[in-house]
Each structure stands twice: as C-alpha cells, then as structure tokens.
C-alpha cells in the first residue's frame, strides 16, 4: 500500500480544493480564457501556501454539467494549470480531482505535473449521481497506476461520496474495508450531509482500525475543525475560504480570503 507523502505522523493534513472557473469549452455563461484561470490558480494558490496550508488539488468543479465521461479538454486544462502550479510552487504537495467519472485520466495527469495524489470520488461499489450511474474503477485504477509507474501517487478514495447515492449500500465500515482491503486505496475520504453525520461517519471507521489515512471531505470550519480532527487525519476545505458560502454560482467563482484561510490554520494549530 502506498502511503501518501501529504500525510506526517503527528500532525493534521489540511488539503485545499481548488475549484477552477468554467473553462471555453465548457461553453459555460461564465467561462473565463485559459490565462484567466491560470491567474485565478496562482492566486489562490499563493493565498494558501503563505497561510500555511500543505496540499491543495485542483478540480474542474466550475465546468457543469458534468460529463458522464472525462473530455479531452477537461485533461488538457488541469495539465496545463496543474504544470503551472508545480512550477510555481514546487514545494506544495499537489493532487488532480475530476468532476467526471474516471480512473485513468486523474492518474495521468497527475504523473504528467509531478502530483503526489488523486482524489477518485467513485472508487468501489455503485453510485447514482446528477451525471447517471457510476461503477467503481477501482481495478482499472489500480491497474494502470502501475502500468504508467505511477505507484508513488497515492489514490484518495471517497466512501458514500455525498453528492450521490449508492447502490446496495453495504454498512459503513465494510464499504470502507472493501475500499483498503479489497481495493487497495491509500487514504479514505468521508463526508456526511452535516458536520455530525461526518463526524459519526469518521468515527466509526476509525475505530475500526483500517491502517489508512482518513480525511474529513466536507463541512470544516476553523469553529469545528478541532472536533474533526479528533476523529480524523485531516480534512479537505475550500468554502471556509470564502467569504460567500452554499453552494451557487457565485459561490464557486468567488476567490479564496487570505484572512479567512489564516483564521482555519490558526484553529488547526490549536488542536
């Protein structure tokens, strides 16, 4: 098993998702030119970085609807702004999340831009989601991680991503346990419908001791991160960043506040 580099002994990782504007080919209403977004990444990205924070990935959130299967411009924008990132900040642990469905091209880009990991939100069992019915690709992933020589870019894997429904819902813990043992995933990822559902999520896998690292996806606060982290490794966070929150148009356009991110760090320092 491959133990993700973001993760240190002792102390809490905080990843930082980083959701890019809508992109030409999107042909979204609020499409912004390749450089924009370019600008946009390294914006945020420098926010993030000089407040502290140690990983962050990138995502093709703004980019809706959402495909049923990856395009080809999708993989071309994140290899371009991820490779920007990289050379920009070349100590940042980076990672590459798709809003489509896949296992190859995450892992594909990530190698191309020198990322250390990827987030793949339908790794096992079967999802209903806004894009149709998605299966795990858990072999594929796997399987061409290696072909590619890829072993050391960790796969961060979603149990009962939120944004859908799964199918045969198997019990918490053995969906986890099928994820690590079966499938062979690096870290977990869980996220509930509230901050205490993800708390009771997180807790119950943890306590079943499946030797991987797990992560809060959703809902931190620098006012609840303190809690999570009593459960939890770390956490994924990008709407405490903001100074508008929900999830609308505005929301997910509206660029990260320096303040705002110094704040959450502070409060993970204290834990």
């Given at each position: ?20 504007p ?22 945020n ?18 980019d ?13 924008l ?117 901050f ?25 606060k ?29 929301s ?20």
């Open positions: 098993m491959n133990t993700p580099a973001l993760f240190t002994k002792g102390r809490p990782t905080i990843i930082a998702a980083l959701h890019l809508p992109s030409p080919a999107s042909r979204h209403p609020s499409a912004q030119p390749i450089g924009k977004i370019i600008d946009y990444t390294l914006r990205v420098d926010k993030a970085v000089r407040a502290g924070v140690p990983a962050l990935y990138i995502q093709d959130l703004g809706m609807p959402i495909a049923p299967q990856v395009q080809p411009h999708t993989v071309a994140l290899s371009v702004v991820g490779a920007k990132v990289r050379a920009d900040f070349p100590d940042l642990v980076l990672g590459v999340c798709m809003m489509s469905h896949a296992a190859r091209e995450p892992l594909a880009v990530a190698q191309a831009i020198g990322a250390q990991f990827v987030r793949i939100k339908v790794f096992t069992g079967v999802m209903v989601k806004s894009e149709g019915l998605l299966q795990g690709c858990a072999y594929e992933a796997i399987q061409y991680r290696a072909q590619i020589g890829a072993e050391d870019v960790a796969i961060l894997a979603d149990v009962y991503d939120h944004t859908g429904e799964p199918l045969g819902r198997l019990p918490l813990v053995e969906a986890a346990r099928s994820a690590v043992v079966h499938n062979r995933a690096d870290g977990l990822i869980l996220t509930g419908f509230s205490d559902e993800s708390l009771k999520m997180l807790a119950e896998v943890h306590d079943a001791d499946l030797g991987v690292p797990l992560l809060l996806g959703g809902g931190a620098a006012e609840n991160i303190v809690a999570a982290l009593k459960v939890a490794d770390g956490a994924i966070v990008s709407s405490s960043f903001k100074p508008i929150s929900g999830w609308t148009q505005e997910i356009l509206t660029e990260w506040d320096s303040e705002r991110i110094v704040q959450f760090m502070q409060a993970v320092k204290r834990e």
